[in-house]
């Protein structure tokens, strides 16, 4: 009897273990992080919160939110966008305040024609103002795999990347007058839509919905380094620096590397080149990047 019941112990404590061990790796659980916002059903967390799916057809697309608002963060998030021919639809992953002189931080992903590029939208609004996209090009297929965006917000820089590669920066350039992303607390939102009248190509190629439903999915949520904002305070007060140290991370030299080698092969669009839309010149941060 003892022995039995030794063994049973043993059991349990192994599967404990293993358990945690299991839950611990696999990370994240869309359950527990994000709140399905709209869709009617057609938002899904699938595999017990490993995985989430938005779908869109011709009635509605569909979005989440994260629970939690943040006030600086580095957040990876992996996303595998629509598929075959996706002309017509966004994905939109973004942070965002609220409010009219809100923050905002986006990547958006335009769909296109079966085998024509994806484009990767970026935008940066401080204070409700935006007017910064920058646009790029892919140098993988984003819709054969899962790959990583990652957001590095902090109160030095912002600096977007797609697997660990940066392909772009916005500076805290207040001392130059242009305001800066630190005094709102932001949420993560994500969304897949019909944009049809203006995504791909600039509205002249539409979403052909005998292709519907449009699935994008997601996984491996990280926001191990975020200061979560609840009662007007925020968890890193109580746990700052040196203990953070992405709180004051920058680029590195091999970072800037390769930021340029995206800018030079892969940038389609800068705003900080159109001087067509600044013809009174261009904004501070275009002198500083
Ligand atoms: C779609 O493909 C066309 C043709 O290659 C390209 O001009 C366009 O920039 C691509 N992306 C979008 C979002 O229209």
Avoid at 1 to 15: E, G, N, P, R, Y
Avoid at 27 to 42: C, L, M, T
Avoid at 134 to 145: M, R
Wanted: aromatic share 14%; charged share 20%.
């Amino acid at each position: 009897m003892a022995f039995i019941l030794t063994k049973i112990s043993v059991w349990l404590v192994f599967s404990l273990l293993v358990g945690s061990f299991v839950v611990g790796t696999s990370g994240s659980d869309f359950n527990k992080d994000f709140q399905i916002i709209w869709g009617d059903g057609r938002a899904k967390i699938l595999n017990n919160g490993e995985l989430l799916s938005l779908n869109l057809d011709k009635a509605s697309g569909s979005g989440f939110q994260s629970k939690n608002e943040y006030l600086f963060g580095q957040i990876d998030m992996q996303l595998k966008l629509v598929p075959g021919n996706s002309a017509g639809t966004v994905t939109a992953y973004y942070l965002s305040s609220k409010g009219l002189t809100w923050d905002e931080i986006d990547f958006e992903f335009l769909g296109n024609l079966s085998g024509d590029p994806y484009t990767l939208h970026t935008n940066v609004f401080s204070q409700g103002k935006g007017n910064r996209e920058q646009q790029f090009k892919f140098w993988f297929d984003p819709t054969a795999d899962f790959h990583t965006y990652s957001i590095l917000w902090n109160p030095l820089n912002i600096i977007l990347s797609v697997d660990g590669i940066p392909i772009r920066k916005f500076k805290n350039l207040e001392s130059k007058g242009v305001p800066y992303l630190k005094y709102q607390p932001m949420r993560l939102y994500s969304s897949l839509w019909n944009a049809d009248d203006w995504a791909t190509r600039g509205g002249l190629v539409k979403t052909d919905w005998s292709k519907a439903p449009f699935t994008a999915s997601y996984r491996n949520f990280k926001a191990n380094n975020a200061c979560v904002w609840s009662s007007g305070s925020s968890s890193c007060a109580s746990n700052p620096q040196p203990s953070n140290p992405w709180l004051n991370q920058e680029i590195d030299p091999n970072g800037e590397k390769k930021l340029k080698w995206v800018r030079k092969n892969y940038m389609i669009y800068n705003y900080c080149t159109d001087a067509k839309r600044f013809p009174q010149g261009f904004p501070p941060e275009c002198n500083m990047l």
